[in-house]
């Protein structure tokens, strides 16, 4: 499978363009590293690549065909601050499944502790979180990853522990990953290739 | 932070603020249940005695008596229990009509432009003319008074309600939920709606005073309970005839009372906004 | 060198309600122990969102009123108590904030930058100094009269450096000051920051990049679960050989210049017993499960662990 974004444009008011032409292609067997600064408006394309923006110009595909946006959305993104991207008043169990019933093997392997379940998003830390937020994301019918900066506010040994868990899962079930940070020493470790934000967007 | 808290001083310094609040709704509450379970308990048609009639306050009347003789303080009691009454219809009714006005509001842009439009028109008519007016059509009487308080009273919750929902609406929990395939209905019954519970239910608390309050004036005005009623307000319309004899005590006393029930009900409102409100939650 | 801050076994925990009417405590930073001197700029690293935030706000007395405090903070040699701190802040000690969030966004930079006044002549002199220290950090005339929304990331960035340092304090505290900025800006403060030091002052940088602190800093301490488990010279800190705390080895060898080598386990999330490392420790004995070892001095570090003599010697 090949997610592709093409000639992308993007403003989001009339004086301050953020994307223009920018393409893109990841296949499902690849992990393409996208670095650039932030406030660069890669978080914009990320957005755009997973159906969060709408109105834009140019296209994304997904094998050559548009991606329905009614049903699940088979391009999964990956926040940067979980604790955002969760209801407080939900516990843990609760966000944990509302996208499928995760299995207690994927869940060991991220290495979520059952204790965890029972807690409030406020109650857990950010690499806590994150965890949850990609377990919800690797729904059987997920495609595609973006990972929009998801290590940046872990500290080092939880960022190791949740990448090779992401890709080991990834290479298992021929996901593909759009890894997106600023920091190029990250990416060159696991990326097939690695593309420059400012390079891909013709500003 | 050498100072004690105001609540840790006095009587229940040994309980923490959440006790405390909950002491203070329970107090209260049960102080309300009481009155209303008398009235409903108590035979309205008190008989008529003459031979008593326009008694000041005294240890067998302490409220004294009307111009048929009849005890200030069952009637008052009989009032309020009423006015109880019509408050928890008026104040259920318009907390549903504004937790559904709010939720079609987070429809599309439409409807919130004809909710929006909704909230103006009825904001910029007086209170007051528009509970007589919806109580008039709907033929006065409990029923009425119950509607015309309640379609009256929800524009305040709703404005609050549909701002939140609002918010909540951009976050991106909800945002994700949409990417998931979940359905606008699922979202709003699962996300938003336990998030808001608690302002509706503060809400319809605090809107509580206000009905009881409008109930009384229209129904003093006319426009609301009919005279045979055992209403705060009807008693209060008829002592205006005997005021001017002196009788202060029959409109002092049902007044007073129908004052502190307001204040009760204000007091449990402002507590459970304690209890809800995270930033107070904690002390 | 003289010592600024001395912050001696401070402990900090929140009091909340749980379930139904009980209250809990729940620790954030526990037994911690830190100094900085003049001319030193010491890192304390942890995850973000671990409290260590909170270190910086107990040390200016800004912490909520649900906040109890154990231990002590001493400035100069003086303990700090809340008057005390209240009449430092802004003085001698100045926290530079993460984002010009922290700013009042209906005041214009440089009046902000002042800060209140008695009279118009205060004002006058002040406004000198202000101007003066803007300019030292490129800041032009016309950027005084902008509001906060108005500025760039990396004016925003000078404006708030330029602000903590108005009333020429001795100790700055920088939390997490690069977060959202570009390459070219990090360095820029790292800059910044390490110029503060060639001019006498000590500055307490907390961060969660390891990169910054590795850039910065003199000594760094590695903030754990609350607790601090080892502070060591950031010389150190190239070769994971050099620290003590198996943590310590696990963060430096999960590097991405180092490996990125995998370390299993996760942070505690409540109260343990014993270490807080204990569950994920390759050197791991009986003892440490039940009992806490306490922040020792060895060999210029410091080190919270029972077994890492034995288990350095043999490596």
């Keep these: ?203 | ?283 | 060198m003289g010592e600024l801050l001395e912050v001696n076994n401070l402990s900090i925990s929140f009091t909340q309600y749980v379930q139904g009417l009980n209250r809990h405590d729940s620790k954030v930073i526990s037994d911690l122990t830190i100094d900085v001197g003049e001319s030193e700029i010491v890192a304390i690293l942890g995850s973000s969102g671990s409290g260590k935030s909170l270190l910086a706000h107990s040390i200016l007395g800004i912490l909520p009123y649900n906040a109890n405090v154990t231990g002590e903070i001493k400035y100069k040699g003086q303990v700090l108590d809340q008057e005390l701190k209240e009449n430092l802040r802004g003085k001698e000690i100045c926290l530079i904030p993460q984002s010009v969030n922290f700013l009042d966004p209906l005041m214009k930079v440089s009046e902000q930058a002042i800060g209140e006044c008695k009279d118009e002549k205060e004002h006058a002199e002040k406004k000198i100094r202000q101007r003066e220290v803007f300019a030292r950090y490129g800041l032009d005339e016309s950027v005084d009269d902008l509001y906060p929304f108005e500025l760039s990331g990396g004016m925003a960035r000078k404006v708030l450096l330029s602000t903590a340092l108005i009333g020429d304090p001795n100790l700055l505290i920088a939390d997490e000051p690069t977060p959202g900025l570009d390459v070219k800006s990090v360095e820029e403060t790292i800059e910044d920051i390490k110029n503060l030091k060639e001019h006498g002052k000590g500055v307490l940088l907390i961060t969660h990049e390891i990169d910054v602190a590795l850039k910065t800093a003199d000594r760094i301490a590695i903030f754990y679960s609350g607790y601090v488990i080892e502070i060591n010279k950031v010389e150190n800190f190239k070769n994971a050989d050099d620290v003590l705390h198996p943590y310590t080895k696990a963060l430096i060898n999960s590097l991405p210049r180092n490996g990125f080598k995998l370390t299993e386990g996760v942070q505690p999330l409540d109260e343990v017993p014993g270490c807080p490392y204990y569950e994920n420790c390759p050197i791991r004995t009986d003892r440490c499960g039940k009992e806490k070892p306490s922040l020792e001095e060895h060999d210029g570090a410091m080190i919270r662990c029972f077994n890492f003599k034995e288990a350095n010697d043999g490596a």
Aim: glycine share 6%; aromatic share 10%; proline share 4%.
């Design chain 1, 1 to 203: 499978m090949e997610l592709k974004a093409n000639n992308i444009t993007f403003s989001y008011n009339k004086k301050r363009q953020i994307l223009k032409d920018a393409s893109i292609s990841v296949n499902s067997n690849q992990i393409i590293g996208l670095m650039g600064d932030s406030g660069s408006g890669k978080s914009t394309l990320c957005k755009i690549m997973s159906g969060y923006i709408t109105h834009y110009s140019g296209e994304v595909t997904l094998d050559g065909a548009k991606i329905p946006d009614k049903d699940f959305y088979p391009v999964q993104l990956i926040f940067q601050h979980p604790e955002k991207t969760m209801n407080p008043k939900w516990k843990m169990e609760k966000v944990l499944n509302e996208s499928w019933t995760v299995s207690q093997d994927l869940k060991d392997t991220f290495g979520l502790k059952d204790t965890w379940l029972t807690r409030w998003p406020s109650e857990l830390s950010g690499g806590e979180l994150q965890r949850f937020s990609i377990l919800r994301a690797l729904n059987p019918k997920t495609k595609f990853i973006v990972a929009d900066e998801i290590s940046t506010m872990l500290d080092a040994v939880t960022q190791v522990q949740i990448w090779e868990a992401l890709i080991n899962h990834c290479k298992a079930n021929n996901i593909g990953i759009l890894a997106v940070s600023h920091d190029e020493e990250l990416l060159e470790v696991f990326c097939d290739d690695i593309l420059k934000f400012d390079e891909i967007n013709n500003l």
């Design chain 2, 1 to 283: 932070m050498s100072e004690t808290p105001w609540y840790n001083r006095g009587l229940f310094s040994s309980l923490n603020l959440r006790q405390k609040t909950l002491l203070t709704i329970g107090l209260t509450g049960l102080v309300l249940v009481v009155i209303f379970i008398c009235g409903v308990l108590i035979d309205a048609n008190l008989p008529t005695d003459f031979t008593i009639k326009m008694q000041p306050p005294s240890f067998q009347h302490p409220f004294g008596t009307d111009w048929m003789g009849r005890d200030m303080f069952i009637r008052t009691i009989k009032g309020l229990s009423l006015s109880i009454i019509i408050g928890i219809g008026a104040s259920i009714i318009s907390s549903i009509i504004a937790t559904l006005l709010a939720f079609l509001a987070s429809v599309n842009s439409k409807c919130d432009e004809f909710v929006s439009w909704l909230i103006d028109l009825f904001a910029s008519i007086p209170h007051i003319l528009l509970i007589m007016m919806i109580s008039i059509s709907l033929g006065k009487g409990a029923f009425g008074v119950i509607m015309a308080v309640a379609f009256s009273h929800w524009v305040n919750l709703t404005r609050v309600l549909r701002a939140e929902v609002l918010q909540i609406n951009t976050s991106e929990y909800v945002a994700l939920s949409r990417r998931f395939g979940k359905s606008k209905l699922w979202i709003a019954k699962e996300h938003i709606l336990p998030l808001v519970l608690s302002q509706i239910f503060v809400g319809t608390l605090l809107v509580f005073p206000h009905a009881i309050m409008h109930e009384s004036s229209v129904t003093f005005l006319g426009f609301g309970l009919s005279p045979h009623e055992p209403a705060i307000g009807i008693i209060l319309s008829e002592s205006m005839t005997y005021l001017a004899m002196g009788a202060w005590w029959l409109a002092f006393f049902p007044g007073l009372a129908l004052l502190i029930v307001v204040l009760l009900f204000d007091i449990i409102g402002d507590n459970l906004k304690r209890l809800f409100d995270p930033s107070e939650a904690n002390k």
